[in-house]
């Protein structure tokens, strides 16, 4: 951040290829900052001196202090850090640079990506310019070659996977292997953000890391309405959001996207190691895991080949744009199937809901089920099972499910699935950390006669949230366990002090989950 003490900056943002559009003109007493300065990361607008200026520059780990020393100052400048942000995504300016088709589905994954890391970008679609061929011409592009995208470095990335994007907007880099946190926490879900935030406030040196992006399943959901404190509800994206910043000010170091693929047992003086892929190593006196779940896929062939932008596992308004003016399908009958037909009630034309069971109140809360009596666009089917997907070129064309064992088709191009999830445990396997029957992390007695709340059958390795075997499926006894572990972490690093032992030794094992969506187990989890 920058204290302007004379002079003029003027701040301006991408608009198109070539455009600026001015925002503001800082002068003697403003601060230039966004968001981006809190974890050091590259500026994400342009500022120019319009004449000879004197700047106190503050490195974010000052400003990190003085947010926190300062309260009403330091609440004051978060505030504006976090509406200069919300100013850059509401109207589509600075980042990087998207070309190609609006309904690609690399398209729609990159946009998915840098919305979900809440990362303002814009999008041009060749389809839609009066100059589309001049606009390939100019990056020297073939049409088949598209998507690309431009990053505000000037880089050009052919069609990248979300980690090659996220370096080259400066949003994850190397971690260094020698140095020892005092907690690595797998998982940036809510659970994963609850204990940060109560970790790094408490002064611990933090590392959390997540595959995707911050937010886990809660990210997803369009509205919740049973989280304390928020009695019209909150968007899941908006309150893991301010969570994320939380944590960033507590300087908690954030690693997203980044793939924990395996668990290497403590050395003698308690510390573990978790390997990134098959080079990069991390080290730490802790562990909290914090991975939660991932959505169980429908057993129907080709499926997989309409999941990029037929089949969704989330329904955000980057969904809702793609199916406005159409009939869509649901499947499922929780609480997070229930959010997503009261939502897209009300941006796409018609819903047909298809049920398993015989009835929505066995599995979903009353206030859902009377609203979605009361939506006319709504069509519920109970007893139904999907049996086919028609279509070609990964669009999806119809649908065909069974009921009363008589089969029924329809044309429908959008199919949404919330029918359950299962943990995230598969890149623990070989670790020694327990788990039960369906995969869910044993902790507390579960995991041995002497082991505190949280921990599991490791010492020093906690285990908090959806992931934990008997934990309850909601946001708030995530965080509430978030919270909780800090003070078993407490407990544990008290012990090793005092001279407590890593627990049984076992051999390290690699595996990947993250990416991996496919499933065996079933177990039902209540929204
Ligand atoms: C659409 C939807 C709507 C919902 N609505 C509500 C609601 O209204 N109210 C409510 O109380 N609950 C709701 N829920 C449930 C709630 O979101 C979950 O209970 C909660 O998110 C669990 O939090 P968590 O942090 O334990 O796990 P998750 O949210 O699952 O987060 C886990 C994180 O770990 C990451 N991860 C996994 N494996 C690895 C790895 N190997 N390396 C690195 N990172 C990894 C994932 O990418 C993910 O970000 C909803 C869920 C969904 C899907």
């Known amino acids: ?38 974890s050091g990361g590259p500026g994400i607008v342009d500022a120019t001196a319009t004449s000879h200026v004197e700047v106190l520059l503050l490195p974010s780990d000052r400003l990190r202090a003085l947010l926190v020393a300062e309260a009403e100052l330091g609440e004051q400048i978060m505030r504006a850090l976090i509406l200069r942000r919300v100013g850059l995504l509401e ?32 999008l041009l679609d060749p389809e839609a310019e009066t100059d589309a061929d001049g606009l390939l011409r100019r990056f020297g592009l073939a049409a088949g070659e598209l998507p690309v995208v431009l ?33 690595a926490i797998v998982g940036a879900g809510p659970a994963g ?51 994320y910043n939380q944590a960033l000010k507590f300087g908690v170091r954030a690693a997203i996207p980044e793939e924990v693929t395996g668990l290497a047992p403590g050395d003698d003086r308690g510390r573990f190691t978790l390997s990134l892929g098959p080079e990069e190593r991390v080290r730490t006196r802790s562990v909290v895991i914090a991975s939660g779940a991932r959505y169980r896929r429908l057993d129907v062939a080709g499926l997989e080949t309409f999941e990029a932008a037929s089949v969704h596992y989330w329904a955000t308004p980057l969904e809702a744009r793609l199916c406005s003016g159409q009939e869509v399908a649901v499947v ?75 089969e029924q088709r329809r044309a429908i191009r959008h199919l949404f699935l919330f029918i359950g999830a299962d943990p995230n445990t598969d890149w623990l396997s070989g670790s020694g950390v327990g788990v039960d029957g369906k995969g869910f992390i044993l902790t507390g007695r579960d995991a041995g006669a002497d082991r505190g709340p949280l921990e599991t059958v490791r010492r020093g390795v906690f285990a908090i949230g959806d992931v934990r075997a008997g934990s309850t499926k ?19 690093f008290a012990e090793l002090t005092s001279g407590g032992s890593d627990g049984a030794p076992s051999a390290e094992h690699q595996i990947s989950s993250c990416s991996d969506n496919s499933s065996a187990s079933s177990t039902s989890m209540p929204r």
């Open 332 to 406: 499922g009958a929780g609480n997070s199937a229930g959010q997503a037909v009261v939502y897209l009630a009300g941006q796409v034309d018609r819903v047909l809901m298809l049920v398993r069971g015989g009835t929505l109140s066995a599995s979903m809360s009353r206030y859902l089920v009377d609203r979605i009596s009361g939506l006319g666009n709504v069509e519920v089917q109970t007893d139904a099972r999907v049996t086919g997907l028609e279509g070609g070129d990964g669009v999806l064309e119809a649908i065909r499910w069974t009921r009363a064992g008589e």
């Open 193 to 243: 953000l609850a204990a940060a935030v109560y970790a790094a406030s408490e002064g611990l040196d933090v590392l959390m890391l997540d595959c995707r992006a911050f937010g886990g399943q809660a990210g997803y959901s369009a509205r919740i309405e049973n989280y304390l404190g928020f009695p019209t509800g909150v968007s899941g994206m908006a309150l893991v959001a301010r969570a």
């Open 474 to 492: 909601r946001v708030a006894a995530a965080v509430g366990e978030g919270a909780q572990v800090v003070a078993a972490l407490h407990a544990r």
């Open 91 to 122: 109207t589509g300016g600075g980042g990087p640079v998207i070309i190609g088709a609006a309904n690609h589905p690399d398209v729609l994954r990159l946009q998915g990506f840098l919305r979900r890391s809440g990362q303002p970008h814009q």
């Open 1 to 38: 951040m920058a204290v302007v003490l004379s002079g003029r900056v003027l701040v301006t943002q991408p608009a198109g290829l070539d455009g600026v559009t001015p925002i503001v003109t800082h002068r003697a007493g403003n601060f230039m900052g966004e968001l981006a300065q809190l």
């Open 151 to 183: 990053c505000p470095t000037g880089e050009l990335l052919r069609n990248p996977p979300d980690v090659r994007l996220a370096r080259c907007l400066g949003l994850v880099s190397a971690l260094d292997a020698d140095h020892v946190h005092d907690v």
